[in-house]
């Protein structure tokens, strides 16, 4: 080492102070040189969708999704157009907010599969094992068309019939209860709906006698981790996560090993069964007892609850569905004089017309809904649009894009429950189940269960707003994909028993 070389080495913290006093601009520089290189604009070959610049290397624009994702997405749509790359948690995924792209690739299951990311979901969020993870292509072929089946129109009736009956056992209770006292309570909204929703559809699945509500507070725990990790995030580094999953596992595994399977549901028994005969361990069949229920539980609570939220904030609050629901209920009582309403509520919500109820509830899914669809290119090479994505390219549908684009939706930002009753918005345009092959399984029975809970609530108690200038109820950050965005925030509302009314 040369002399002049070692005299620039600092001997002593005093000697480094000096240093940095009299080369501070080349120190300044070496530590802000790899910031610099690394928010330079990335690059793509020609052809290739642009990336969003990121700070961070690795995380990427990761917290900037979770911080405001509609406000990141309209900001690289304006920068970038309806496709653009973004870096995350290690990996690089084309986001596609273009209704006619989005249909092309729904329309293309060949070029555009399931995503590997998907399998790998099952071991990474649910926790199957390696054995099981091998033998899924062959369970599936057997587990998949006992599902799709269970749940498509002609056979969901069963399950919306059972949850309907211990929906309506519920709300009969507390009806029963407040009738006796002065006919009224104050309740937190949140709770309330999401408990009714979550028991009576748990008790549809397996029966009256299984825990539901000691499975809630792991649920929601497992339910808050899932969207980091399907980015990326390893399990083991969420510790809650790993507990609560733990916990719902062995909730599952001791039902099937018990005696509660007799009441299950033939969805559930099949499922059941298909995993005995491949061998499967307690715990391997609890897991895809959770990854089953998970979507539909993670859903449907919380649709009811924005239908029920976003109505009360409107002039009219509930008034318009309480009307319509009655009208209808008397003309159909009228019609079927010997049918008790709690037992037939699902042959009354099948045959009557509630044009304003379907209307507030499809405009609720396209207005509170945040879902993805993700797509592997499995072609060397293809185009959408002006770009060209290359086999293994990850691609993700956001449906909130076309949700909230105002070229589709008139005041798309706008909550406007009637949009709906003059005008159908069709696929690639209104899509809150997602689309294609990865359309969502168990919509027809989320349908039913939020169309129930809302009549049996609005024809049982009057529901009002304990706190009319209460601050409004927030979409809860960082929980985009998976169908309903979580609230921040609850509303205080009065419960009263209705005259005349009941089940």
Not at 105 to 113: D, H, L, R, T, V
Not at 202 to 216: C, D, I, K, V, W
Not at 264 to 284: F, K, T
Request: charged share 20%.
């Amino acid at each position: 080492m040369s002399t002049s070389l070692c005299s620039m080495i600092p001997a002593s913290p005093e000697q480094l102070r000096q240093l940095l006093a009299t080369h501070w601009w080349s120190a300044l520089t070496l530590l802000l040189l790899p910031l610099f290189l690394w928010l330079l604009p990335l690059r793509q070959p020609s052809g290739r969708p642009p990336v969003v610049r990121s700070w961070i290397p690795w995380i990427g624009s990761y917290w900037a999704m979770r911080t405001d994702f509609d406000a990141f997405v309209a900001r690289a749509r304006r920068r970038h157009g309806d496709c653009f790359g973004v870096h995350s948690l290690g990996k690089t995924m084309y986001y596609i907010t273009s209704p006619e792209i989005i249909s092309s690739i729904y329309k293309s299951p060949k070029e555009f599969a399931l995503s590997p990311m998907q399998f790998e979901w099952m071991r990474n969020i649910f926790g199957l094992s390696g054995a099981a993870a091998a033998d899924a292509a062959a369970v599936g072929q057997q587990m998949f068309p006992l599902i799709h089946k269970a749940l498509s129109p002609a056979y969901v009736n069963g399950l919306g019939e059972a949850f309907a009956a211990a929906a309506a056992s519920s709300l009969g209770a507390l009806f029963e209860e407040l009738h006796s006292r002065p006919g009224r309570t104050t309740v937190d909204l949140l709770p309330f709906v999401h408990s009714g929703v979550f028991d009576a559809a748990t008790h549809a699945l397996f029966g009256p006698s299984f825990p539901s509500s000691s499975l809630q507070p792991s649920f929601s725990t497992f339910d808050a981790s899932v969207p980091a990790l399907a980015m990326g995030l390893s399990s083991s580094l969420d510790m809650p996560f790993t507990r609560a999953r733990e916990d719902l596992l062995r909730v599952f595994e001791q039902y099937i090993a018990g005696q509660g399977l007799g009441e299950a549901s033939e969805l559930i028994e099949g499922v059941v069964q298909v995993a005995r005969s491949h061998a499967w361990s307690g715990r391997d069949t609890a897991v895809w007892l959770l990854a089953l229920i998970w979507p539909l539980q993670a859903n449907s609570p919380y649709a009811a609850y924005w239908l029920l939220v976003l109505m009360l904030r409107t002039p009219s609050g509930l008034r318009p569905l309480v009307e319509e629901i009655d009208a209808a209920r008397g003309m159909w009582e009228k019609e079927h004089p010997a049918a008790r309403f709690e037992e037939s509520v699902v042959d009354f919500i099948n045959e009557a017309p509630l044009p304003r109820l379907t209307s507030a509830i499809q405009e609720t899914l396209r207005y509170a809904t945040g879902s993805f669809s993700v797509r592997c290119v499995e072609a060397d090479s293809v185009c959408l649009g002006k770009h060209e994505f290359r086999k293994g390219d990850h691609l993700v549908c956001t449906v909130r894009s076309l949700h909230l684009s105002e070229d589709i939706f008139e005041d798309a930002h706008k909550f406007m429950p009637t949009r709906f009753i003059d005008r159908q918005y069709k696929q690639p345009s209104y899509l809150p189940f997602g689309g294609g092959i990865s359309q969502c399984e168990g919509r027809f029975l989320a349908l039913a269960q939020i169309r129930t809970f809302v009549v049996l609530l609005l024809s049982t108690f009057d529901i009002a707003l304990a706190e009319p200038q209460a601050p409004e109820v927030k979409f809860r950050e960082g929980q985009r994909g998976f169908g309903m965005i979580r609230p921040k925030g609850d509303l205080k509302v009065v419960l009263a028993t209705r005259n005349g009314f009941g089940i």
